[in-house]
T-cell receptor, first 115, second 117 residues
Framework: AQKITQTQPGMFVQEKEAVTLDCTYD???????LFWYKQPSSGEMIFLIY??????QNATEGRYSLNFQKARKSANLVISASQLGDSAMYFC????????????FGAGTRLFVKA | GAGVSQSPSNKVTEKGKDVELRCDPI?????LYWYRQSLGQGLEFLIY????????KSGLPSDRFSAERTGGSVSTLTIQRTQQEDSAVYLC???????????????FGPGTRLLVL
C-alpha cells in the first residue's frame, strides 16, 4: 500500500529565512512521482514542484527545492528566503504508475511566516 | 477560461437531498480527477477519468456517489441522499493526459464547498 506521511502539522519561520517541510513516503513500486502543492487560505491547490523516482538530481523551481533521499524514502520541500505570502498549507503527494493513477496526499503542514 | 472551473462554488443542502457538482477541466486535458477534502484534512481521492471512461472508481465512499463525464470534457459528481458526513470541499483536477507517466501535473479547480444540514 502507498502512504504519505507529513509529521509537522504546523511550522513557523521568520521572513527571509529558509524552511524545510518534511515528507516521507512508502511504496513498493519502483516508478513513482512525488509532488508538492500549496493551498492558501483561499482554497486553491497550486502545484509547486515534481520529483520523479528515477530523477538523478533534486528538483528545483525558483525558491522551491525538493530534497529527495530515495533510500530514506523522503522528499522534503525546502523554501528559501521565505515570504509572507508563503503562509499556507503545504501538501506532499505521490502517484505510482501501478496505482491506477491515483494521487495520494499527506495530511499537510501549515506554514506560518512571521514578519 | 485558462484554468479548471467548478460550480457551484458553495452549496448548502438538506440531509437526504441529491446534489450535483460540476467540473470544467482545462481545454485539451484528457484526464480528470475528483477529490474530497474534509475540514483540516488532506485530499481523499474519489475517482479518475481518462476521456469518458473511469478506470479507477476505487475512492468513491459509497454507492450514493457517482460521477460521469461526457464528451471528454465536463464532469459531474452526484451525491444522492446526502448525509452530514458528506460535508467537505470537493476538488476537481485535470491533467494533459494520465498516461503511464507518473509526472503528469494535475491542475486543480477552486472547489465546491458542500454543507449538508
Amino acid at each position: 500500500a502507498q502512504k504519505i506521511t507529513q509529521t509537522q502539522p504546523g511550522m513557523f519561520v521568520q521572513e527571509k529565512e529558509a524552511v524545510t517541510l518534511d515528507c516521507t513516503y512508502d511504496t513498493s513500486d519502483p516508478s513513482y512521482g512525488l509532488f508538492w502543492y500549496k493551498q492558501p487560505s483561499s482554497g486553491e491547490m497550486i502545484f509547486l514542484i515534481y520529483q520523479g523516482s528515477y530523477d538523478q538530481q533534486n528538483a528545483t523551481e525558483g525558491r522551491y527545492s525538493l530534497n529527495f533521499q530515495k533510500a530514506r524514502k523522503s522528499a522534503n520541500l525546502v523554501i528559501s528566503a521565505s515570504q509572507l505570502g508563503d503562509s499556507a498549507m503545504y501538501f506532499c503527494a505521490m502517484r505510482v504508475n501501478t496505482g491506477g493513477f491515483k494521487t495520494i496526499f499527506g495530511a499537510g503542514t501549515r506554514l506560518f511566516v512571521k514578519a | 477560461g485558462a484554468g479548471v472551473s467548478q460550480s457551484p462554488s458553495n452549496k448548502v443542502t438538506e440531509k437526504g437531498k441529491d446534489v450535483e457538482l460540476r467540473c470544467d477541466p482545462i481545454s485539451g486535458h484528457t484526464a480528470l480527477y475528483w477529490y474530497r477534502q474534509s475540514l483540516g484534512q488532506g485530499l481523499e481521492f474519489l475517482i479518475y477519468f481518462q476521456g469518458n471512461s473511469a478506470p479507477d472508481k476505487s475512492g468513491l465512499p459509497s454507492d450514493r456517489f457517482s460521477a460521469e463525464r461526457t464528451g471528454g470534457s465536463v464532469s459531474t459528481l452526484t451525491i444522492q441522499r446526502t448525509q452530514q458526513e458528506d460535508s467537505a470541499v470537493y476538488l476537481c483536477a485535470s491533467s494533459l493526459k494520465a498516461a503511464r507517466m507518473s509526472q503528469e501535473t494535475q491542475y486543480f479547480g477552486p472547489g465546491t464547498r458542500l454543507l449538508v444540514l
